[in-house]
């Protein structure tokens, strides 16, 4: 699945739900997608009263069962994508890179139209189990706060 795609589903079920979920995605518009300044967030989140960020928005991101900001490494991750078409990132398993950039792939295709009509990819090597589970993660970034489910296919 493109994110092309992903974006036309995601407006496709926009059309058919409730204004909950539209009033959600209306909220995505425009947004950052992490505020790196602590108290520049802060005061973001009380104004806004919490949708400073993207990622506040969908819910931030859990490992252990515990939500977890964006650590510092991230940015760094972040700001080398920004500066190159194309990063190859070489680590170990738990730093939270697949979900970094899983949201900010959601987050580009959602914030405003400038990558209309684009498409993104995700190399996992031979493994067609991870390609999945990462389209299915993807996916999940939504249920918890816009109760946005995908068919699983």
Not at 59 to 69: A, Q, T
């Amino acid at each position: 699945m493109t994110f092309k795609e992903l974006q036309k589903i995601i407006h496709y079920r926009q059309s058919e739900s409730n204004s909950d979920q539209t009033t959600f995605f209306d909220r995505l518009k425009d947004k950052p997608f992490w505020i790196w300044n602590v108290e520049q967030h802060k005061a973001e989140d009380i104004r806004t009263k919490g949708d400073c960020c993207f990622n506040h928005i969908i819910c931030l991101p859990v490992k252990s069962n515990i939500e977890r900001p964006l650590y510092p490494y991230q940015k760094i991750v972040l700001d080398t994508l920004d500066k190159h078409k194309h990063v190859f990132i070489k680590k170990s398993t738990g730093l939270g890179i697949s979900e970094l950039f899983l949201r900010y792939m959601a987050w580009l295709c959602l914030k405003d139209n400038s990558l209309s009509g684009s498409q993104m990819c995700l190399v996992t090597g031979p493994r067609i189990d991870l390609a999945i589970n990462l389209i299915d993660r993807m996916k999940r970034l939504f249920e918890p706060k816009a109760g946005i489910y995908f068919d699983r296919q």
